[in-house]
Nanobody, 114 residues
Framework: VQLQASGGGLVQAGGCLRL?????????????MGWYRQAPGKQRDVVAV???????NCADSVKGRFTISRDNAKNTVYLQMNSLKPEDTAVYYC?????????WGQGTLVTVSS
């Protein structure tokens, strides 16, 4: 299984970005996909997750600003990020989980300038 993330970049505070992550390979149809981020010198934290049935959760720090969605037919998860803040600067990683399997994407850098 491989995950290919894209969409990161440099944006000014208040701006928006949309991240995409496509999973390929032998993927069980019932799964959870999500986005995590790791800022320099900090641990990797969950940003938002969404299951194949559409239920979702997100971190309090991004509620009202970020929206996670997915296209099950394409095994792709998206993260729409609005009203970006400098503290959102991090490497963003996508992840897919089902039963005992757990795969990570390579990460995409999001930099928000003040």
């Amino acid at each position: 299984v491989q995950l290919q993330a894209s969409g990161g970049g440099l944006v000014q505070a208040g701006g928006c970005l949309r991240l995409s992550c496509a999973a390929s390979g032998s993927i069980f149809s019932t799964n959870v996909m999500g986005w995590y981020r790791q800022a320099p010198g900090k641990q990797r934290d969950v940003v938002a997750v969404i299951s194949s049935d559409g239920s979702r959760n997100c971190a309090d720090s991004v509620k009202g600003r970020f929206t996670i969605s997915r296209d099950n037919a394409k095994n792709t998860v998206y993260l729409q990020m609005n009203s970006l803040k400098p503290e959102d600067t991090a490497v963003y990683y996508c992840r897919i989980i089902w039963t005992m399997y757990n795969y990570w994407g390579q990460g995409t850098l999001v930099t928000v300038s003040s």
